[in-house]
């Protein structure tokens, strides 16, 4: 099994920045790929940017050039870099991991971290 805690979320003004961490543990070497989604009030959750153990990277049109996904692999952490957040990106964010331990396949969801954007 895979536990995972995003932290990093915060309130900040529109043109700010923020980097959110998924922090992994447990069966961590069984991850294949992390992915951040948010979801904001009333709307459905939105995948933002994936990230593979390989590093292949898939970012959403509406934050490329602005939002950065990386990896630590010796920290088992996936991190969000988020410039010039917009209010209209306000939302809780969520990491989740496609974990493949032999035969098994399960997907892992961290709790979420708010984050608040001003106008």
């Known amino acids: 099994q895979v536990q995972l805690m995003e932290s990093g979320g915060g309130l900040v003004q529109a043109g700010d920045s923020l980097r959110l961490a998924c922090a992994a543990s447990g069966d961590t070497m069984c991850i294949s790929a992390t992915t951040w989604y948010r979801q904001a009030p009333g709307k459905e959750r939105e995948l933002v940017s994936s990230i593979s153990t390989t590093n292949l990277i898939y970012t959403v049109d509406s934050v490329k050039g602005r939002f950065t996904i990386t990896r630590d692999s010796t920290k088992s952490t996936v991190y969000l870099q988020m410039n010039t957040l917009t209010a209209e990106e306000a939302a809780v964010y969520y990491c989740?991991?496609?974990?493949?331990?032999?035969?098994?396949?399960?997907?892992?969801w961290g709790q979420g971290t708010q984050v608040t954007v001003s106008s």
């Open positions: 989740s991991s496609d974990v493949k331990c032999g035969p098994s396949r399960e997907v892992a």
